[in-house]
């Protein structure tokens, strides 16, 4: 027993000392070394990983009858699960063959398997190949076959994210939330990260925009108006978000909640004339509306940083200030 625990030590050892050697040799732009120890690898152990990276040196080397030869023989070993159809058409597609490559990967779609995790492995198989487009479709013949089960709204709008199709990306979230509003904290989180991670005022008008057309066509729909201001004010686009929330307010009867708040925010943010506003519409409420005196509060105190965040300033101006403050606090 412990000469075979020893003999099995020392094939893992040679294992990972030959694994190691063939990355080294596949990074370092040596594919002829690295397709040949890939596939020992490979032949040894089966694997997604040895597969993809015999495959890849392969296509580097242009040796596409290697690797069609290759794919074809473990579509019959189906020794790993894999969508080779689209392997096959993405290898025809470099070979040049675009016609081949272009049936392949239709067929692909076509006989895709009625589930999601078939959905789920041809989309991968495609998105990993760069095959944005027809992923796209695979998602779309899913939501075909799964006839409403599951739409695959979350899948389709990370997708035309990657792709900078924000339009398309939108129309998939306000669909998904049109037919179920608790995937609400889902898309706010991952328009956040958007903002987060993509400076780009294109893709923050489209997604306004969307959300304004969205709201206008849905008025009953609280939902998207919701949305519209969160959004506005995530982007600290405030005078889209002060009559947004001036709208809700009234709908809601929110006894200007919101848009005392959100005064507040654009104060912090040194967006005075809109925060000065949102104040005078608390203010405009009446005396008796319990937000009235900080209202009246805040609006000075946004007047004088005003004043402030000039260059210069007339001493009347301050004067009528203090005067207005006491008058208040009187």
Not at 17 to 27: D, I, V
Not at 157 to 183: C, F, I, V
Request: charged residues 30%; negative net charge.
């Amino acid at each position: 027993m412990l000469i075979c625990h020893c003999n099995t030590g020392i094939l893992h050892a040679q294992n990972d000392s030959k694994q190691k050697l063939a990355l080294q040799y596949f990074q370092e732009g040596a594919f002829e070394k690295s397709a040949q120890l890939y596939e020992e690898l490979y032949a040894e152990r089966p694997n997604e990983y040895f597969y993809r990276y015999y495959i890849n040196s392969l296509l580097e080397l242009k040796d596409y009858k290697t690797a069609e030869r290759f794919i074809k023989e473990e579509q019959k070993r189906k020794r790993i699960r894999k969508n080779f159809t689209v392997e096959l058409a993405y290898i025809y597609l470099q070979e040049g063959n675009i016609k081949k490559s272009e049936r392949f990967f239709e067929n692909a779609i076509n006989e895709v398997e009625a589930t999601r995790q078939g959905v789920y492995e041809l989309t991968n198989a495609l998105i990993i190949r760069g095959q944005y487009d027809y992923a796209i479709l695979a998602y779309q013949k899913g939501r075909k076959l799964l006839n409403g089960s599951y739409n695959f709204h979350i899948e389709l709008a990370g997708l035309y994210q990657t792709m900078r199709n924000y339009s398309a990306m939108m129309d998939e979230y306000l669909t998904m939330l049109e037919a179920d509003e608790a995937h609400l904290e889902t898309v706010e989180v991952r328009l956040q990260h958007l903002i987060n991670v993509v400076d780009d005022e294109e893709c923050k008008s489209i997604i306004r925009d969307k959300l304004i057309e969205k709201a206008q066509k849905n008025p009953k729909n609280l939902i998207f108006s919701e949305m519209l201001l969160w959004y506005t004010i995530q982007i600290k686009d405030f005078p889209i978000a002060l009559v947004q929330a001036k709208a809700l307010d009234k709908r809601t009867d929110d006894k200007g909640e919101r848009v005392y708040e959100l005064g507040v925010l654009a104060a912090s943010n040194d967006f005075f004339d809109e925060a000065i506003d949102a104040f005078n519409y608390v203010i405009a409420l009446g005396p008796e509306n319990y937000l009235h005196l900080n209202a009246q509060i805040k609006l000075l105190e946004t007047k004088y940083n005003l004043l402030e965040h000039r260059d210069g300033f007339d001493k009347k101006e301050l004067l009528q200030l203090e005067k207005e403050y006491n008058h208040v606090l009187g």
